[in-house]
């Protein structure tokens, strides 16, 4: 009998649940269900509790202030009871709201943990396996959990840094102070002029990782991680995450990146022949459109600055690219455009 009470108190997931998502602003947006009822979440890597929004909360009954007990709680079918959740609105998430996606909550690592995790960026799909389950083989690396976190020692150079990783970034990170310490070469953002990124070769583990895209900054969640006594040098979002199939085993303290190539997910290059897009690209400044061609046609003009391919925030060339060549030949984007003081909204097939 205490057998049977105990099982139902964890989680009613036998086989592996197969949950498909959707990005909005490259974050991760998974249905699943509360307390019953349907539910939309934010997968969060680098979320050390699990959020719930006070309007949230108030319709799945859960009764407390700032914090409360979820009866039930996850992704897909994969079910777990009886959480502890914060409630609250989830101030590092309102870029995700201004996007339109009316989001439940974060499902992070008291959630995540109780499953083998895998986040598979070429599939679109979210993995949750028993938390015994075989990892797949290959190489690997080995994970630092603390505090509910995942950190990973990360090479550049003859240097190291400590790095998060966050599913919940849009990009990866590196702090400026990091980034002099390592004398990483920056460049800066056209139309931000005090923003600035970099294109590095990383190494984890066994992965090799060339040509990742990091913003050099300092966000303000770094703060309270020093509060909490907790180093780190950077996340790794989703510049870095969208290459790979990536597995976390919290129990065995290890990660694995598979290349989407090798996957099944969308290869480095277009599968099929693509015309020509017709236009120069520095960064996300688009510097010229050819006459006639598809740019031109879409209603590109020299001058505009990319600003989200399909509500997914862009920076730099390499972003851009990754999401135009992923998509299948003669998909239609929604590409919004600053030009001037004015955002244009346009719509380029290829």
């Known amino acids: 009998m205490w057998m049977v009470i105990l099982l139902a108190l964890l989680t009613v997931i036998a086989q592996s649940e197969s949950v498909p998502f959707e990005l909005a602003q490259n974050i991760i947006i998974a249905k699943g269900s509360l307390n019953g009822r349907e539910a939309t979440w934010i997968v969060d890597t680098g979320a050390s509790g699990c959020v719930v929004t006070p309007k949230a909360a108030r319709a799945a009954g859960i009764d ?54 895998t986040l598979d960026y070429g599939a679109k799909r979210l993995v949750l396996a028993p938390p015994d389950a075989r990892a797949p083989d290959g190489p690997g690396a080995d994970i630092q959990l603390q505090k509910g976190l995942i950190f990973l020692d990360v090479r550049y150079g003859d240097g190291t840094l400590r790095m998060l ?12 102070s990091a980034a002099e310490r390592l004398r990483i070469p920056l460049k800066t953002v056209p139309g931000h002029p005090d923003a600035s990124v970099a294109d590095i070769d990383l190494a984890i583990g066994d992965t090799k990782a060339p040509g990742v895209i990091v913003a050099v900054q300092e966000p303000p969640q770094i703060r309270d991680m020093e509060r909490a006594g907790l180093k780190c040098d950077g996340f790794l979002g989703y510049t870095f995450l969208g290459r790979y199939r990536t597995t976390i085993d919290y129990r065995r303290k290890r990660v694995r990146f598979e290349p989407l190539s090798k996957t099944g997910g969308p290869p480095e290059e277009p599968a099929a022949e693509r015309p020509a897009l017709g ?72």
């Open 165 to 176: 990783l966050d599913s919940g970034a849009q990009a990866a990170v590196v702090l400026p």
């Open 279 to 350: 236009w120069s690209l520095s960064d996300a400044k688009v510097d010229a459109v050819d006459a006639g061609g598809l740019a031109e046609k879409a209603g590109f003009r020299a001058g505009d600055i990319i600003v989200s391919i399909d509500k997914q925030s862009v920076t730099v060339i390499e972003e851009i690219r990754a999401i135009l060549t992923a998509a299948k030949p003669g998909s239609t984007f929604t590409i919004v455009v600053r030009r001037g003081s004015e955002q244009v909204t346009l719509s380029l097939k290829w």
């Open 64 to 117: 407390g202030d700032r914090t409360g007990v979820a009866r039930s709680m996850g992704a897909g079918q994969a079910t777990v009871r009886d959480l502890t959740v914060a409630i609250l609105e989830p101030k590092v998430a309102d870029f995700i709201r201004k996007a339109g996606v009316d989001y439940t909550g974060i499902l992070g690592t008291p959630y995540l943990e109780q499953f083998l995790v």
